[in-house]
C-alpha cells in the first residue's frame, strides 16, 4: 500500500490536472448559478467509535473489528459514484464525520482525497477538515493525517472538567485535551477548531465560564459553542428521566450562551454563526456552504446530502440519505455504486424555507442577490416588507432588512428560533399569494 504521503502528493497531481481541464470554466468573477450547481461540499461519515457517549445519538456503531480494507473501498467507489450522479465538478471542501473519523487509516482518508481528485476538480487549498477525539489522536498520528491531505482538525474537546467528561461518556480527560489540543496547533497553525458544551446537568455558570476563560489561553482561532440536548435513547436522557441526574436549566444554558459570547467577542472572535466563533478569518469554508444552501453530497453509512441529480430531464435538488447500517450500506454500494436507501425532491418553497432557516443562522444573513438565486421573483422585500410582526422585530433591533439583504442583529442571533417562528409563516403565507413586485430586487 502507498504510504498517506504519496497518496497526498497523487491527490494534488490529480487537483492540478483537473484544474488545468476546467481553467476555462473558472474564469471570471462570482460563479454563474449554472456553475454553482457544479460545486459542492462532500461530507464522509465514519461510523465507528470506540465507545458510545451518554449524550449522542448519531449513526455509529462500536465494532468487534473493522474490514477497513471494504470500507475504504466502499467510500471510494460512494464518491466517485455521487460525484459523476451530481454533476459536480469542482468540490469546494472535504469534512470527515462520524463516529469518530480519527480512528481510520490515514491511507483511508487519503484514498478518498485521490478519488475525488480524479473525478471533479479538489483544489490544493481545498479545506479539509476531519473530527478528531484526543485519546485517539496522538502526535504521530496527526502528522499522518496531515500527510494524507488533512489541513484543519475539529477536536471534540467538549469540557475542561473530568468530572462532566465522565458524565458525558467520554475517555479522555482535561489533561489528553489540553495536551491534543497544543499538537494540533503546532502541526496544524490556524486550521484547529474546538467543541466545547454548555447546559449539562448541575453545571454552575460561573464554573462553566472559568472552564472558557482556561481554554481560550489554548484554543486556536474557531471555536463552537453548543447546548446539551438530551436525545430520546441516550444513557444521559434515561438518567435525567430516572431521576438519576438533574435535568438542564434552560434558563442556566441561556445565560451560559449569552455571557460566552460576550466573552468571545471581548477576546477578539466574530460570531460568525449561531454557534460558531473565529478570529482571524479561520470561518469554515465546509458548514458555510450548508449556511448558504449549498450543494453538499454525503457518502458513507447514514450520510445526507443534497443535490441536484443530472439526466433524465432533472431540475429538482434532492435530499438524499444512505442506508445506515455499515454492512448492509456496503452491501448496497457494492451492488449498486452508492447505498443511497431515501431520496425526497424538495420543492421550491421547502428550498426556500431552508435558505431562509440555515442563512439567517449566520450574521450576514442572507443578501438579496442570494435570495434571487434561488426565487428570482419573490424578492425578501415581497416576504416581509409590509408585514406587522416582521416590522416588530425590526423595530426591536432584533432583524435588519435593509439594501443588503435580510438578517440578524447580534441580539436577534441568540433567539433565532423565536424569530423563525414569525419568518417561516411569513414567507409561507407570501408563497400563497405570490403577488411579486416587477423590479427584480424590490
Given at each position: ?5 504519496a497518496?497526498?502528493r497523487g491527490?494534488a497531481?490529480?487537483a492540478r490536472a483537473?484544474?488545468r481541464?476546467r481553467?476555462v ?12 450547481g457544479r460545486r459542492a461540499?462532500?461530507?464522509?461519515h465514519w461510523p465507528y ?11 455509529k456503531?462500536?465494532?468487534r ?5 471494504a470500507?475504504?473501498?466502499?467510500l471510494?467507489?460512494?464518491?466517485q ?7 459536480v ?5 472535504v469534512?470527515?464525520g462520524g463516529g469518530?473519523?480519527?480512528?481510520a487509516?490515514p491511507?483511508?482518508v487519503?484514498?478518498?482525497l ?7 476538480h479538489?483544489p490544493?487549498d481545498s479545506?479539509?477538515?476531519l473530527?478528531?477525539?484526543p485519546t ?6 496527526l ?12 477536536i471534540?474537546?467538549?469540557s475542561l472538567?473530568?468530572?462532566?467528561l465522565?458524565l458525558l461518556?467520554r475517555?479522555h480527560?482535561?489533561?489528553?485535551a489540553?495536551?491534543?489540543?497544543a499538537e494540533?496547533?503546532?502541526l ?10 454548555l447546559?449539562?446537568p448541575?453545571?454552575?455558570?460561573g ?6 476563560q482556561e481554554l481560550?489561553?489554548h484554543c486556536?482561532?474557531?471555536l ?7 436525545e430520546?435513547?441516550t444513557?444521559?436522557f434515561a438518567?435525567v ?6 435535568a438542564?436549566?434552560p434558563e442556566l444554558?441561556?445565560e451560559m450562551y449569552?455571557?460566552?459570547?460576550v466573552?468571545?467577542r ?9 454557534s ?5 478569518g479561520?470561518?469554515s ?12 453530497l454525503?457518502?458513507g ?8 441529480p443530472?439526466?433524465?430531464g432533472s431540475?429538482t435538488?434532492e435530499?438524499?440519505?444512505?442506508t ?9 454500494v457494492?451492488m449498486f ?5 431515501k431520496r425526497v425532491p424538495l420543492?421550491?418553497?421547502?428550498l426556500?424555507?431552508?435558505?431562509l432557516?440555515l442563512?439567517?443562522r449566520?450574521?450576514v ?12 421573483q419573490l424578492t425578501l422585500c ?10 416588530e ?9 435593509d439594501?443588503?439583504g435580510?438578517?440578524c442583529?447580534?441580539?436577534g442571533l441568540?433567539v ?7 419568518l ?10 405570490r403577488?411579486?413586485s ?5
Amino acid at each position: 500500500m502507498a504510504l498517506p504521503g504519496a497518496r497526498a502528493r497523487g491527490w494534488a497531481a490529480a487537483a492540478r490536472a483537473a484544474q488545468r481541464r476546467r481553467r476555462v470554466e473558472d474564469a471570471g468573477g462570482s460563479p454563474s448559478p449554472e456553475l454553482a450547481g457544479r460545486r459542492a461540499a462532500l461530507y464522509v461519515h465514519w461510523p465507528y467509535c470506540e465507545k458510545r457517549c451518554s449524550y449522542c445519538n448519531f449513526n455509529k456503531y462500536i465494532p468487534r473489528g473493522v474490514e477497513e480494507a471494504a470500507m475504504q473501498k466502499c467510500l471510494v467507489t460512494e464518491a466517485q459514484t455521487l460525484l459523476r450522479l451530481s454533476g459536480v465538478q469542482r468540490v469546494e471542501s472535504v469534512f470527515f464525520g462520524g463516529g469518530t473519523p480519527s480512528l481510520a487509516s490515514p491511507h483511508t482518508v487519503a484514498a478518498v482525497l485521490e478519488a475525488v481528485a480524479q473525478t471533479a476538480h479538489l483544489p490544493a487549498d481545498s479545506e479539509v477538515t476531519l473530527e478528531a477525539n484526543p485519546t485517539s489522536t496522538p502526535g504521530s498520528r496527526l502528522a499522518e493525517f496531515g500527510a494524507a491531505g488533512v489541513n484543519r482538525l475539529s477536536i471534540g474537546l467538549q469540557s475542561l472538567d473530568n468530572t462532566e467528561l465522565r458524565l458525558l461518556g467520554r475517555t479522555h480527560s482535561a489533561c489528553d485535551a489540553l495536551r491534543t489540543l497544543a499538537e494540533a496547533r503546532r502541526l496544524f497553525p490556524g486550521r484547529v477548531s474546538v467543541d466545547f458544551m454548555l447546559g449539562l446537568p448541575a453545571q454552575q455558570v460561573g464554573l462553566w465560564l472559568g472552564q472558557l476563560q482556561e481554554l481560550l489561553h489554548h484554543c486556536d482561532d474557531h471555536l463552537s459553542l453548543y447546548q446539551l440536548s438530551l436525545e430520546r435513547g441516550t444513557a444521559l436522557f434515561a438518567q435525567v428521566q430516572q431521576g438519576v441526574l438533574p435535568a438542564p436549566d434552560p434558563e442556566l444554558a441561556a445565560e451560559m450562551y449569552q455571557r460566552g459570547r460576550v466573552v468571545l467577542r471581548e477576546a477578539g472572535f466574530r460570531q460568525y454563526e449561531v454557534s460558531n466563533f473565529a478570529r482571524n478569518g479561520a470561518l469554515s469554508t465546509h458548514n458555510w456552504t450548508y449556511w448558504q444552501c449549498g450543494q453538499y453530497l454525503g457518502i458513507g453509512p447514514g450520510a445526507h446530502g443534497r443535490f441536484m441529480p443530472q439526466g433524465a430531464g432533472s431540475h429538482t435538488r434532492e435530499a438524499r440519505i444512505q442506508t445506515l447500517e455499515p454492512d448492509n450500506w456496503m452491501k448496497e454500494v457494492m451492488m449498486f455504486g452508492h447505498g443511497t436507501r431515501k431520496r425526497v425532491p424538495l420543492g421550491r418553497l421547502e428550498l426556500l424555507e431552508e435558505v431562509l432557516a440555515l442563512g439567517l443562522r449566520t450574521d450576514v444573513g442572507i443578501t438579496h442577490q442570494h435570495w434571487q438565486q434561488f426565487d428570482p421573483q419573490l424578492t425578501l422585500c415581497d416576504v416581509f416588507g409590509a408585514n406587522k410582526e416582521v416590522q416588530e422585530l425590526l423595530e426591536q433591533g432584533l432583524l435588519q432588512l435593509d439594501h443588503r439583504g435580510l438578517r440578524c442583529s447580534w441580539e436577534g442571533l441568540a433567539v433565532l428560533d423565536s424569530l423563525l417562528l414569525t419568518l417561516l409563516p411569513q414567507l409561507q403565507e407570501a408563497w400563497q399569494q405570490r403577488t411579486p413586485s416587477p423590479v427584480p430586487g424590490g
